[in-house]
């Protein structure tokens, strides 16, 4: 069974920083890329960044020079490096593992970020 599961989301004030981690189980964590994406209130859901297999990232523009994406192989987890964040990053955060092949996409259940002084 896949499973991805998201932990270190929390209220923040604005400036201030938070990790989001996702463990992920059930697949060979190694050989994929990994997303995350976010859910403002109100809003369609939007990719944030992305990490391949081999460690090349990319991200939206809203996120540039704040986030980072990493990934630990050996603990199957990847983690979301948020800095300097504002209140228009408010959201629900979303580990993703695109589909691959014939091998479906899966998702996680979410963790809630709120910024807010």
């Known amino acids: 069974q896949v499973q991805l599961v998201e932990s270190g989301g929390g209220l923040v004030q604005p400036g201030g920083s938070l990790r989001l981690s996702c463990k992920v189980s059930?697949?060979?964590?190694?050989?994929?890329?990994m997303g995350w994406y976010r859910q403002g209130p109100g809003k369609q859901r939007e990719l944030v960044a992305i990490i391949t297999s081999g460690g090349s990232t990319n991200y939206a523009d809203s996120v540039k020079d704040r986030f980072t994406i990493s990934r630990d192989n050996a603990k199957k987890t990847v983690y979301l490096q948020m800095n300097s964040l504002k209140p228009e990053d408010t959201a629900v955060y979303y580990c993703h593992r695109p589909s691959s092949g014939k091998s479906p996409a899966y998702w996680g259940q979410g963790t809630q970020v709120t910024v807010s002084s």
């Open positions: 059930g697949i060979i964590f190694s050989i994929y890329s």
